[in-house]
């Protein structure tokens, strides 16, 4: 596989420092909101090249941190007369509440900084003792010139460095570009004691100290946004490869923004979209889709058409495995009874989707792949006879491919509803959004044993023409014709009032 690495700039193959394994830090969201629409997008993408590794045998150790010891959080603490520990710890909830929706699978471990504190004080002491940083009024500071190959991922020379970036002019840095380690307490802010008072972590220190804490000192893979380049990730190299004398990540990967009107996304603009708010118009796993569907370093132009193509695109493949499971009927298809030619066919998909993501895993080319499959599975369905067993192989081992190439982008494993996705229905996402909150009610109510509840749910969406269906993968709700949407709000808001 080649990966594009910001650090030289180029494609590159991927080595990874242990042939079987792949040990991967991503950095996560600074939990003081919900997640926006921007602060997905690396989510999903990193899910997925997760995902990928492993279906390529690599035993992946993936870490993601949240940051909840942070200006940002202390001040929303102060607006809502919250404690700040208190406030991050309850959007770490949300945040899992949105990542589960989108099929974003649980890292092996989501390390907190407030968790970390003694780790990060040793390794300010650590780089104080080398000298890379000192120490003023009870602040400690990285000394940028002590590092001489500060600027080799951004690519940027220290003088222009020091006059494009907007550092502050602080008498008692020996350095404008020199950045906080640690940062002396500020009445009101929490705190923990430190050799040099008490006061708390800088920003980029965590994530250095988290990575080499659970992967040691050279790991595989780096990934975040583009955003996090330069200072973020040009001062973890900095911090991480002055305390150990080790390179720090072999690749750095980074994705592009979301544009809203070909402007960066980003809450200081103010044109972010929360994903929560996204998820009450549309289903998570076409926002999933939409966010994988193009290549994850190419910028992604964010409005309501290109979620509903999204829409349409994914639904054409849900109705292929739809149509494929009418076909068997429940039969369960013998695979040696599938042709030759057949398999070779499979097989070269196959073969073509893996090229596509080995190559700087390029989603947009493998979902192609993917639709060429979906096509090639019509065909035989439009065409077979289900009463045969070799038709039946046929359409079963492709459905079979088409779900585990799907599952390997994860695509399929949220989809809870299945029907006449295809319609021109505008109506047809909010349908999708109403049975998701259906199937959740429903979820609920059986893990409270409210079990009158869950089959009050059955009884009238049966009545309704839409069929509940329990799989391995969860509930999903089917359809012949559309059902009336007025009639399924009504009851929603009648069960969402009874609690
Ligand atoms: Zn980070």
């Known amino acids: 596989m080649r990966v594009y690495n910001t650090l030289g700039g180029r494609k590159e193959e991927l080595r990874t420092l242990n042939p079987h394994k792949v040990n991967m830090y991503v950095c996560g969201p600074t939990v003081y909101n919900f997640i926006h629409l921007g602060n997905a997008r690396p989510l999903v993408v990193f899910d997925s090249l997760r995902r990928y590794l492993e279906y390529k045998g690599y035993d992946v150790t993936y870490i993601q941190n949240f940051t909840d010891v942070d200006d940002k959080i202390i001040r929303k603490a102060q607006e809502e007369n919250d404690d700040p520990l208190r406030l991050a710890e309850r959007y770490i909830g949300e945040y899992f509440i949105d990542a589960d929706r989108l099929n ?12 970390h504190i003694p780790d990060i004080i040793d390794a300010v002491g650590g780089l104080i003792d080398k000298g890379h940083a000192y120490e003023v009024d009870g602040d400690v500071y990285f000394r940028v010139r002590s590092f001489p190959e500060y600027g080799k991922l951004s690519g940027r020379a220290m003088d222009e460095m020091l006059a494009g970036a907007r550092v502050e002019v602080d008498e008692r ?42 992967l040691g000192d050279s790991i595989d893979i780096h990934g975040g946004g583009s955003d996090l380049i330069f200072p973020h990730h040009e001062n973890e190299i900095a911090q991480a490869e002055a305390l150990t004398g080790q390179p720090f990540s072999r690749y750095w990967m980074h994705n592009g923004f979301i544009t809203v009107n070909k402007e960066k996304m980003s809450k200081s603009l103010g044109n972010f979209f929360l994903l929560r708010d996204i998820l009450t118009k549309f289903p998570a796993d076409v926002v999933r889709f939409y966010l994988i569907a193009t290549h994850y370093r190419s910028p992604l132009d964010f409005d309501d058409g290109k979620l509903e ?27 040696t009874d599938l042709p030759e030619e057949n398999r070779r066919s499979f097989d070269n998909i196959t073969e073509q989707f893996a090229e596509a ?11 192609a792949h993917l639709f ?5 599975i019509n065909s035989h369905i439009a065409s077979g006879d289900p009463g045969n067993s070799i038709h039946q192989a046929i359409v079963g081992q492709g459905a079979d491919i088409l779900r585990r190439l799907g599952d390997v982008l994860g695509l399929f494993g949220g989809a809870t509803v299945f029907g006449n996705v295809e319609s021109e229905d505008d109506d047809i996402s909010s349908l999708e959004v109403v049975l998701e909150s259906f199937l959740a009610i429903r979820q609920q109510a059986r893990q409270d044993k ?50």
């Open 372 to 376: 060429e499959l979906s096509r090639l």
């Open 173 to 214: 840095k020996d350095d404008p570009a020199d950045f906080a380690l640690w940062k002396a307490a500020k009445p009101g802010e929490p705190y923990w004691d430190s050799p040099w008072g008490q006061g708390r972590p800088g920003w980029h220190i965590e994530c250095s100290v988290m990575s080499t804490r659970y």
């Open 450 to 499: 409210d079990y009158a509840r869950a089959d009050e749910i059955r009884n009238f969406l049966s009545g309704q023409g839409i069929r509940i269906e329990d799989t391995s993968e969860g509930a999903r709700c089917r359809y012949e014709a559309p059902p009336d949407l007025t009639a399924l709000n009504a009851k929603l808001e009648e069960m969402q009032g009874g609690r």
């Open 104 to 115: 974003i699978k649980r890292a092996s471990v989501h390390p907190q900084v407030s968790q």
């Open 309 to 335: 193509e999204a829409r349409k695109a994914l639904g054409r493949l849900k109705n292929t495995l739809l149509l494929a499971d009418e076909f068997l009927r429940g039969n369960n298809p013998d695979t």
């Open 357 to 367: 993501l080995d190559d700087d895993f390029n989603t947009a080319l493998a979902i």
